[in-house]
């Protein structure tokens, strides 16, 4: 009889391993799928042709309007909560879904990155488009601003990287090893950008120099870089969850940090804003694959001082889409707010502070927020730093009819933009109102 029993225990854990299996594969063949529909997607989308120039003149632009400001339909009513945001502008052009949306520098202007193979710029104050820039044969994946607000540098799956001056047009083409995944300008040395590519590699590109990019190998594939306020350190994200600090001068990793106790690979990193350009931010934000947004505290000298968890919020859905996020550093918000830990509900002191400040008005200004988009099609808003335990989202923006790949805050204002697989980009501001209902939490 204990044999009999034995048999068929063995027969049963047998089943379950090839029904293990069986589940296994077809997950694999899922993910196959989704990647294929992805390419074929990629390759069918056509660029838009444009009959705009593919060059504006910055400067002049700024000085004709020095003053200008963004004028949305109508302004918010007076609020116990400012950091609400609503729905001001949309903006139409791209062909095919937008990957990346940032804001320059200087603010006046947008940059964003489409499967439709262009980057576009747009007058963020008269929300207009501006010129097209449309060199590449495959998506867009990323983008970045150099201070100056007058280099920009795409990457794309095609395997490269260009470089556009914006009076001038396109003034450099440099190939990667792999299909580029992030770029990144160092924001001290306008002729020096960074890019990770799907082989693991980043390369240090200098047009100034005859040679080939430097190539830092890492044991993955690159998915999002920050590049330090000088020419020496630069932080990746990589697809098996691990966080690096990494020294230029000596071609090698410094310090790892897991994105959570099993890595979920990254799909973004985003640092907060310093008190200017030339400081460093704070506090990093990584979203990962498992759908949570973890905070660290950099410490008050990175990367001397040591990278540190500090909390994560969860709410928006990433489903095997590259999400990113970024921070919005209110100008009147206390670095040290952060460092006291929230209260027991039910002391004392907690009680006290509850009755001094219930009846306070929340300004955007004195807050730390954090937005993601959001495979569900919404953009979320999270306030990451003050005492609030939840890790929900203080809201939720409604408005895009797909999936919002990203979201970048204006340098100073509380602007907010956001792309989507809709092929639109959303304005979105906590001062102003447009037509569009919010779904707040």
């Known amino acids: 009889m204990e044999r009999v029993d034995q048999r068929g225990n063995e027969a049963l854990a047998r089943e379950n391993r090839e029904l293990k299996l069986k589940i296994e594969k077809l997950e694999r063949e899922n993910r196959d799928l989704r990647r294929s529909l992805y390419d074929v997607n990629m390759r069918l989308v056509p660029a838009k042709p444009s009959s705009k120039g593919n060059y504006f003149d910055v400067g002049a632009m700024l000085a004709a309007d020095n003053s200008a400001q963004p004028a949305p339909s109508e302004a918010l009513s007076p609020s116990t909560d400012g950091r609400q945001f609503a729905w001001v502008a949309e903006l139409k052009g791209h062909a095919g879904p ?46 970045s601003w150099h201070l100056d607000s007058k280099h920009v540098a795409t990457g794309s ?33 306008p002729h020096v950008c960074l890019a990770g590519t799907s082989r693991g590699t980043v390369a240090v590109i200098d047009p100034r120099q005859e040679r080939a990019a430097l190539a830092i190998r890492n044991d993955c594939m ?18 098996h969850g691990h966080i690096k600090t990494w020294d230029l001068r000596q071609e090698q990793s410094i310090e790892v940090v897991n994105n959570g106790p099993k890595p979920s690979p990254v799909a ?75 209260r027991d509900p039910g002391s004392d002191a907690a009680a006290g502070e509850a009755d001094q400040t219930s009846d306070q008005p929340v300004s955007v ?46 340098p100073k204002e509380p602007f907010l933009a956001s792309c989507s697989a809709d092929a639109t980009v959303r304005l979105w501001s906590a001062k102003f109102k447009g037509s569009v209902p919010l779904a707040s939490s």
């Open 222 to 239: 690159v998915t999002s870089l920050y590049p330090y306020r000088g020419d020496r350190f630069f932080i990746s994200g990589d697809a």
């Open 98 to 143: 937008v990957y990346c949306v940032q804001y320059s520098p200087c603010g006046r202007f947008l940059l964003s990155g489409s499967f439709d193979k262009t980057a576009r710029l747009w007058d963020a104050i008269q929300q207009r488009e501006i010129s097209v820039l449309g060199a590449h044969s495959m998506p867009v994946a990323d983008l």
């Open 268 to 342: 973004h990193i985003t640092v907060s804003r310093g008190q200017n350009y030339f400081e460093e931010g704070r506090f990093m934000a990584v979203n990962g694959y498992d759908s949570v947004l973890r905070v660290f505290d950099r410490g008050g000298m990175p990367p001397t001082s040591r990278l540190e968890f500090h909390r994560s919020v969860q709410g928006h859905t990433v489903q095997n889409w590259p999400i990113r996020s970024n921070f919005f550093h209110g100008a009147e918000h206390q670095l040290s707010s952060k460092l006291v830990l929230p």
């Open 365 to 410: 200004d004195s807050s730390l927020l954090l937005a993601s988009g959001s495979a569900d099609h919404n953009v979320f808003l999270y306030d990451v730093g003050g005492r609030e335990e939840s890790s929900g989202p203080l809201q939720v923006l409604s408005g895009h009819h797909d999936r919002v790949y990203g979201v970048h805050f204006h």
């Open 157 to 189: 799956l095609d395997g490269t990287v260009r470089l556009w001056q914006t009076d001038v047009g396109l003034t450099s083409e440099h190939a990667c090893d792999g299909m580029v995944q992030v770029v990144a300008y160092v924001p001290t040395e």
